[in-house]
């Protein structure tokens, strides 16, 4: 199996809601007005928002309603850059976990929950390496 | 914020159970044996396996102990490829939620439940761009 993620989709109980969070943060989609999925094309990968109970009848598995064990998380190059997300998230509805602050493993982050629950950590961590196109490497 | 997500990481109950899965699909990661999160590259983002509860907590979320709205995917470039990660994915202990088979979208797909309970899609989609590198351009 290639060790890769294509798509990761959210599950969202309110979509234009869901759509409008993340339009206020500035992303863009291709999507009209009326679609029932919203796909971001998030570097060569893909963010789809899409009804919840039909994400989870697609795949195969129960809904607990909840969180349910999955975190998304966007690098950035500072700290500054972090408390910047974090308060636009704030402005456009998220509730905010936690804000920035010094994190155990020596970076800095906070963590911001979507308006469906979806939780972000928004992070810096220096012992990765961020390349010219917002992606991540490792080490 | 920018238009990327870097890091998921999937919530584990079984951290060394999970790890075995990814490996046995032929994932990497450059983790020590006892290391208590395991990171692989997937692309220019990273996936990363990490206890539950500890994630739960740095989350900011009630953990509902299910799925909880997110489904990951990858996407392939043959039905034929997509059956046979379905297939290795069963033999290396996930649950098969749907085999492969055409999509009401246009495509061909199945899915695949991971030892955690952790759904991801398998997928062939004729209307989007493979990139020579294994990512995804939408339309």
């Known amino acids: 199996m290639r060790q890769r993620v294509t ?73 500054t850059a972090v408390d910047a997300v974090l308060e636009q998230a704030r402005a456009a509805g998220a509730r905010i976990g936690r804000p920035g602050s010094t994190a155990f493993w020596g970076g800095y982050s906070g963590v911001f929950i979507d308006p469906e629950g979806h939780p972000w950590e928004v992070a810096h961590n220096p012992h990765w390496t961020l390349t010219s196109e917002g992606g991540i490497k490792l080490g």
Do not use: I, K
């Open 7 to 79: 798509l990761v989709t959210l599950g969202v109980r309110d979509l234009q809601r869901a759509r409008a969070f993340y339009e206020a943060l500035g992303w863009q989609s291709g999507a009209g007005p009326d679609d029932h999925v919203v796909f971001f094309q998030t570097g060569d990968m893909v963010l789809g928002l899409w009804d919840r109970g039909r994400l989870a009848e697609d795949s195969c598995v129960e809904d607990a309603g909840g969180w349910g064990g999955v975190t998304l998380a966007l690098n950035l190059e500072s700290s």
